[in-house]
Structures are given as structure tokens and as C-alpha cells.
């Protein structure tokens, strides 16, 4: 490839690599846009001359066994719309500052299950096209960040068994473009805020896992698209609403694990959702003498 000047893409995933990347692989390839050397046993460090490559869009290493730090100056490609780092287990690091974090036309920013550490990337606010956020399975310190509302094309986020602390903000029904958000085992505390009600075009929500206490809101009610809910293992309280068999789509609603009380007769509620596969209700507080379920009468 040294003297490829005129190449464009380069696709090696899903074969039998390994060894590292040659550091010199990309000193005469100015015209890649896209590189995937995915699903293979590559190893060692990122080559650093990935990010001299200025025409750069798609870069994919995911599921390889990279380590050690990622190149700096790696946050700062100007034509970068995809970067794919996931499952390589070692990649670790912080993540720069606002001013050394320039990724302006990103749209997906896929680094889960690796071990990068410390803050949340705040560069990430300034990436106004982004749709994908995957950091899942890394090791912050670090509250989910309100700016987060502030992406107005965001469509995925997945931030599960990262680390984060605090509760979960309010500003997050701003993001009336998302459809997945998962933040499940983490270390959120607080209430489940009642506007996340208004996020109308959620599929999945997962904050199982955590430690939310608190009222099931009755709003989860309005959440038309919803397949999949997971609210287990918290320590929430009190009955659960009637509103959630409004959510006709539900495929699968987890409330097990917490401290619900009340008798079963939201069950009966759920008769509307017809979908409904994957119904997990144990290890709470709930009691019955005579309850409905799908519609018949049941006396216990």
C-alpha cells in the first residue's frame, strides 16, 4: 500500500488477521475514506498515522485486541463520521478536553466494552450531527451529562455498565429523536423523572440495575413504541400504574427486583398489550386476593 495513493477503501473484517498494524500501513494512502479491519485478532497499539488520514469517514477496528492509549490526535479529524471501536477490551485512557476534541461531522461514536476511564467525553456536546453514542462497558466517573439533550439528531444511547453516578436528568425528554437509551447497571440514583414520558419514539429503555427509587411515572404510559422496558433490580416503590398497558407495542417489561407493592390488578391492564412476551414481576411486594388477568376473572 505504499504507494496507493489513489485508494479510497479498504475492508478487511470478519477474516483471520493478527499480528499489529504496520505503523507505516497508512503514509501514502491520502485518499481513504473508509477502513474496517473488524472482527479479527488484530493486536497492539492504534497506529498513530490513522489520524493523519484528512479524508477519513469510516473507521472500523471493532472486535479486535487493540491496547494501550488511544492517539490524541485521533479526537481531531474533521471529516470522521463513524468511528467503531467496540470490544477490544484494552483500549483504555482518558478522553480529551473541549479544545482537543474537534470530531465536527461524527455521527457514530462506538467505543463500548473497552476500558477507558474518568470523565465522559464532553467534546461529544459540540458533535452536533451524531445519531449513535455506544460508551457501554467502560469504567466513568461521571454524572450523564444534560448536554446530552442538546444533540438533536441522537437516536442511540447506550451507556450500560459504565460507571455513572447521579440521577437521571430531566433534560433527557428533550431528545424527542431518541429511540434506544440503556444505562442499565450503573450507579443512578433518585426518581425515574415523569417527562421521560414525552420521548415518543423510544423502543427500548433499559435502567434496570440501579439503584432508582421512587414511583413507577404514570407517563411511561404515553410511550406508544415501546418493545422493551427494564426498570428491575432498583429499589422502587409503591403500586404499579395502570398506565403502562396503554404502551400497546410492549414485548417485554422487567419489574422484578424491587420493592412494588400493591395488589396485581395492573395486570389486568396489560390485556392490551398484545405483543407482550416476556413479563418478569418477582421478588417484589405485590399481593392478590382476586385478580384479572387478560381479561378473566382469577380467584386466588
Not at 505504499?2 to 500501513?25: D, E, F, R, S, W
Not at 497506529?47 to 488520514?53: M, R
Not at 467534546?123 to 460508551?135: K, R
Not at 431528545?175 to 425515574?192: F, K, M, R, V
Request: charged share 5%; hydrophobic share 40%; net charge negative.
Amino acid at each position: 500500500m505504499l504507494h496507493m495513493h489513489n485508494l479510497k477503501v479498504i475492508a478487511l473484517a470478519a477474516n483471520y488477521l493478527t499480528g499489529q498494524i504496520p505503523p507505516y500501513l497508512f503514509n501514502n494512502t491520502p485518499s481513504l475514506t473508509a477502513i474496517d479491519f473488524g472482527n479479527n485478532s488484530l493486536s497492539g497499539p492504534m497506529p498513530h498515522t490513522i489520524a493523519s488520514l484528512s479524508m477519513l469517514r469510516f473507521f472500523s477496528l471493532q472486535i479486535n485486541q487493540f491496547s494501550g492509549l488511544m492517539p490524541q490526535a485521533i479526537y481531531n479529524m474533521s471529516s470522521l463520521q463513524s468511528m467503531i471501536l467496540t470490544g477490544n477490551g484494552n483500549l483504555t485512557g482518558m478522553f480529551p478536553r473541549n479544545q482537543s476534541f474537534n470530531l465536527p461531522m461524527l455521527q457514530q461514536f462506538s467505543l463500548d466494552d473497552n476500558n477507558f476511564y474518568g470523565q465522559f467525553p464532553v467534546g461529544l456536546a459540540s458533535c452536533q450531527y451524531l445519531q449513535v453514542i455506544d460508551l457501554g462497558g467502560n469504567s466513568f466517573v461521571d454524572v450523564l451529562p444534560t448536554w446530552l439533550a442538546n444533540l438533536p439528531y441522537l437516536e442511540q444511547l447506550f451507556l450500560g455498565f459504565s460507571g455513572l453516578i447521579g440521577s437521571v436528568p430531566y433534560a433527557l425528554s428533550n431528545i424527542t429523536s431518541l429511540t434506544d437509551l440503556d444505562i442499565l447497571n450503573g450507579n443512578l440514583t433518585g426518581e425515574i423523572p415523569p417527562k421521560l414520558g414525552l420521548m415518543h419514539e423510544i423502543s427500548y429503555m433499559y435502567l434496570g440495575g440501579n439503584q432508582l427509587t421512587g414511583k413507577i411515572p404514570a407517563s411511561l404510559g404515553n410511550l406508544s413504541n415501546l418493545y422493551f422496558l427494564s426498570l428491575g433490580s432498583n429499589q422502587l416503590s409503591s403500586q404499579v400504574p395502570t398506565t403502562i398497558g396503554e404502551n400497546s407495542a410492549l414485548c417485554t417489561l422487567d419489574l422484578s427486583n424491587n420493592n412494588l407493592d400493591g395488589n396485581l390488578d395492573f395486570l389486568s391492564a396489560l390485556s392490551k398489550c398484545t405483543e407482550l412476551q416476556i413479563l418478569l414481576i418477582q421478588s417484589n411486594y405485590l399481593t392478590v386476593s382476586s385478580m384479572v388477568i387478560w381479561g378473566t376473572s382469577v380467584h386466588i
